[in-house]
């Protein structure tokens, strides 16, 4: 029997269904296999009181320390989140704060490894409890955790500690398992393992009945990711005000979302653009089906689980050359990779509406990215790192 603990500061709670939402995924399909047991520590970083009173905060201080989420045990500890030092310290109180829930949880859950599932604040920590309790460690680059963190020199140089201390890593695509290397992480102990993709939930439909289920009545864009720089979504709007009749939804939450409604009530788009706000997987689902192209116009990517959900969909995508894009986009069925820029969004989105692939040729290119296969490959990786701390 593998034992993995599973920590994740990216992970959903109650108040944040969609949070990580990858991450629960892949963790529920890795507990479903044969000989392994998984429990998730999913720490909640909260500042002294009466800050953790703050609308930002008062949700997430009432989650519950331990619950049943979908099937899986998770533990929501508490860890003092500093504001103002953007997250500098976060590993460090993470560790320190998850002492005492690991030796508490060891007792009846004699965990074998710890799987990190994002590479900043959750890796350093990894590594300090791996040490703390003899256990190997594994720590996975997602995208952001190694393009953005990494910016921060400080933060950068505890995330390459924790890749060369590391036991086992992983990336979700190809170039990003290059950039770990170039910044100096061991090269034979990464594996890159992409995302799976529910190919239940995420798969083809009447085109005309799901967009009319949806409200819409014309050549639909969707767009699923972020309200927040990185994702680009500017350039979509931008990109489908040149496209007369063309309709664009964007599914997500965050900070960008009160600029992004007055640029579009600006330029006179509101009645072809939306805003859709956090919509749960169900509905995203429905929308990438009712979609006739999915676009993101990211800076920068691992593999996107929205690139993948779209396929499975029948929907063809338009991304620019990021992360693990040459990966999915292998066939002119799978859409297009393009310049980012509006103008090389709006020629591609324009060209796949006017002549769209076969939605089974699409979905028939994210036929190979299934959970099982992600799973069996993660419970592979994991055990072999056991086997060697162990000598067997």
Not at 24 to 40: F, H, I, N, P, S
Not at 75 to 100: K, Q, S, W, Y
Not at 179 to 207: H, N, Q, S
Request: proline share 8%; with cysteine.
């Amino acid at each position: 029997m593998l034992r993995v603990l599973v920590l994740s500061t990216l992970f959903p709670d109650a108040s944040r269904p969609n949070f990580g939402i990858f991450v629960e995924r892949q963790t529920r399909a890795l507990a479903a296999r044969d000989g392994v047991e998984v429990q998730v520590v999913a720490p909640r970083g909260l500042p002294t009181f009466p800050l953790d009173r703050h609308p930002r905060y008062a949700a997430l201080s009432r989650q519950p320390i331990r619950e049943n989420w979908r099937g899986l045990t998770v533990h929501r500890p508490r860890f003092l989140n500093l504001p103002g030092t953007g997250g500098a310290f976060h590993a460090g109180l993470i560790a320190r704060a998850l002492r005492p829930t690991l030796t508490e949880l060891r007792r009846s859950f004699p965990f074998d490894v710890i799987s990190a599932e994002f590479f900043f604040p959750d890796g350093p920590a990894a590594i300090a409890l791996g040490k703390a309790f003899d256990v190997p460690v594994s720590i996975k680059a997602r995208g952001s955790d190694i393009h953005q963190w990494t910016r921060r020199p400080g933060i950068a140089r505890q995330i390459v500690r924790a890749g060369q201390a590391a036991d086992g890593l992983l990336s979700v695509s190809l170039p990003l398992r290059d950039d770990m290397i170039a910044l100096g992480m061991p090269a034979e102990r990464i594996a890159c393992i992409v995302t799976g993709v529910d190919l239940t939930r995420f798969a083809p439909r009447d085109r005309g009945e799901a967009k009319r289920a949806l409200g819409f009545n014309a050549p639909l864009v969707a767009s699923v990711g972020a309200l927040i720089p990185l994702k680009g979504h500017d350039l979509l709007i931008d990109a489908v005000a040149t496209l007369p009749g063309v309709h664009l939804a964007i599914a997500g939450q965050g900070p960008e979302a009160g600029r992004l409604a007055a640029k579009i009530d600006a330029m006179g788009l509101s009645a072809r653009v939306r805003l859709l706000g956090a919509i749960p997987p169900e509905r995203v689902a429905e929308l990438l089906a009712a979609a006739d192209v999915m676009a993101l116009a990211s800076a920068s990517e691992g593999l996107a689980n929205a690139w993948l959900e779209a396929l499975a969909s029948g929907t063809p995508i338009v991304i620019p050359d990021v992360g693990g894009a040459r990966q999915v986009v292998t066939t002119p069925a799978a859409g297009r990779i393009v310049d980012r820029t509006s103008t090389a969004f709006a020629a591609a989105i324009a060209g796949l509406l006017h002549a769209p692939p076969a939605q089974a040729d699409v979905r028939g290119v994210a036929a190979p990215f299934t959970w099982e296969a992600n799973s069996e490959r993660l419970h592979g990786f994991l055990a072999r790192m056991v086997a060697d701390r162990h000598g067997t």
